[in-house]
């Protein structure tokens, strides 16, 4: 069974860092492209991040790209988000998932997700 376990969100002011992390089971994780999703009260889920499994590559949304950073360590079948320079704006539950078949906004396997709040 594939289990996906977000930690680390919690309250932060504005500029301030988090470190996110997604612990995954049940399945071959060097496999699986991992991304990051996130959704605002009243808001739809919007991508954030992926990283892929055919060579370790990231992707960024545009918002994020210079203050956001995701690695993987398949020794640990962990992915982390680092999250620096936090904005208002950022605010939301922050999930991860999971997909053989690389990135993209549909992937196959999710976690419960895990809130982040910025403060102004």
């Known amino acids: 069974e594939v289990q996906l376990v977000e930690s680390g969100g919690g309250f932060v002011q504005a500029g301030g860092s988090l470190r996110l992390s997604c612990a995954a089971s049940?399945?071959?994780?060097?496999?699986?492209?991992i991304g990051w999703f996130r959704q605002a009260p009243g808001k739809e889920r919007e991508g954030v991040s992926c990283?892929?499994?055919?060579?370790?590559?990231?992707y960024y949304k545009d918002s994020v790209k210079g203050r956001f950073t995701t690695s993987r360590d398949n020794a640990r079948n962990t992915v982390f988000l680092q999250m620096n320079s936090l904005k208002p704006e950022d605010t939301g539950v922050y999930y991860c998932?999971?997909?053989?078949?690389?990135?993209?906004?549909?992937?196959?396997?999710w976690g419960q997700g895990t809130m982040v709040t910025v403060s102004s």
């Open positions: 990283i892929r499994n055919s060579d370790g590559s990231t």
């Open positions: 049940g399945f071959t994780f060097d496999e699986y492209a």
């Open positions: 998932a999971a997909d053989l078949m690389g990135c993209g906004d549909d992937m196959d396997s």
